[in-house]
């Protein structure tokens, strides 16, 4: 299974948006807040493997 990683770019009541950071691609992702770690906030880095996203420092 791949690994990916995010940047949280903005949050939005029960979503956020995330750019992925290992690929030049400017295209935002919209992920509920649900699925990402409690403790996020802008600019938070996360890592996506095995369908869940964690935090990393």
Excluded at 18 to 30: A, I, M, N, V, Y
Excluded at 42 to 51: C, D, F, I, T, V
């Amino acid at each position: 299974m791949e690994t990916w990683f995010y940047e949280v770019v903005s949050i939005d009541g029960d979503y956020a948006n995330l750019r992925r950071l290992d690929t030049e691609s400017g295209d935002l992702k919209l992920v509920a807040r649900a699925l990402l770690p409690m403790e996020i906030a802008e600019g938070s880095r996360l890592k996506y493997e095995w369908m869940q996203y964690e935090l990393v420092e």
